[in-house]
């Protein structure tokens, strides 16, 4: 073969469509990432570092392929709505949104630009998607409801603490705008126990403080995965262990952070299936024909050394089936 022949080939080969295809997915991709956590909150970094070691096995490299902005808003509303500007004036490949607070900002700043969402309660409800099958639109990604947990949570708090009478429902109004998502299996079962329950909204702090400090000896709390109270849930065990409430959360980090009892998702799985959605979205699918997944593992943590102190005798049944015991 003559020589310009041969480079005649190799001109043809680079702009063939599968070279165009290869080029483009090693050229440096940019990722946007708004999260309602606090960078300072350890489970949150942990979770991150997830998602990058996940993108890592898939081939996308930070340095090297992909770019990745991260703001961090401590489910602080007004900087969640400068952070998402922020991040769509940068003109991202993808964005990464954590909390139904945090998608909702970040849909109200594009509806254009691929969004794959963590830890969203409600997304059909919220308007963020047209079904879990078929989202449309620009968005997909992992919702953490499963109808029954809000049934969950009440049956293992009153197995941990058989004096609790009254349970108080505790969430934020402002973020927890899928409280209708537990609200009908958390009265169910608290009916079939002879609980009563009461909504207990929280706006701040303060809210939080006289919620627990007032509550009755024989009453608990289901604290609602929100990103408010997800954010002050430090501060919410310790005014549980202050107060000798017994609280149930659906994060284990409130049981390590000195809460009694969690039930939920394993989070961290659920950011490295968010990866896999990634890097999908960045080969060329589109987010709205991607569904909108549930969680496919759940882990319950006990902490003992918060029952002993709140005078509770923890069931060995309970024991036995806790993926973690805290001692």
């Not at 309602?36 to 991150?48: I, T, Y």
């Not at 505790?170 to 009563?196: C, D, H, Q, Y």
């Not at 049981?255 to 659920?270: C, F, N, Q, R, W």
């Not at 991607?290 to 969680?295: G, S």
Request: hydrophobic letters at 45%; zero cysteines.
């Amino acid at each position: 073969m003559r020589r310009r022949d041969f480079i005649s080939l190799l001109a043809v080969a680079a702009t063939s469509p599968l070279a165009a295809r290869a080029q483009g997915l090693r050229q440096t991709r940019r990722i946007g990432v708004l999260t309602s956590s606090d960078e300072a909150d350890p489970e949150a970094q942990s979770l991150v570092t997830a998602f990058r070691e996940e993108l890592g096995k898939l081939g996308w490299t930070e340095g090297h392929n992909i770019e990745i902005d991260i703001r961090w808003s401590k489910a602080d509303v007004e900087l969640m709505k400068r952070s998402a500007q922020e991040l769509v004036a940068r003109r991202p490949d993808l964005i990464l949104t954590s909390s139904t607070l945090a998608t909702g900002v970040m849909l109200q700043q594009t509806r254009t630009i691929p969004i794959v969402f963590l830890l969203v309660a409600d997304p059909v409800g919220s308007g963020y998607v047209a079904s879990l099958p078929q989202p449309g639109g620009n968005a997909t990604g992992f919702t953490p409801i499963v109808g029954s947990l809000g049934g969950k949570w009440v049956e293992l708090l009153k197995e941990i603490a058989p004096r609790v009478g009254s349970v108080n429902l505790m969430f934020n109004p402002t973020a927890a705008t899928f409280i209708g998502a537990f609200r009908g299996s958390f009265k169910a079962a608290a009916v079939s126990l002879g609980i009563e329950t009461n909504d207990a909204p929280v706006r701040d702090m303060h809210e939080i403080e006289r919620l627990i400090s007032t509550s009755e000896p024989t009453s608990g709390v289901v604290m609602i995965p929100d990103a408010f109270t997800v954010t002050h849930q430090a501060e919410i065990a310790a005014l549980a262990a202050r107060y000798r409430v017994p609280v149930v959360s659906w994060s284990r980090s409130f049981a390590k952070l000195g809460g009694l009892i969690s039930y939920g998702p394993v989070l961290v799985d659920e950011y490295r299936r968010a990866a896999s959605y990634v890097d999908r979205i960045l080969k060329g699918e589109k987010p709205g024909e991607l569904p909108v997944q549930t969680p496919v593992k759940f882990e319950l943590v006990v902490n003992i050394k918060t029952a002993r102190a709140l005078e509770l005798t923890v069931p060995d049944v309970l024991r036995a089936l806790a993926d973690e015991v805290i001692e």
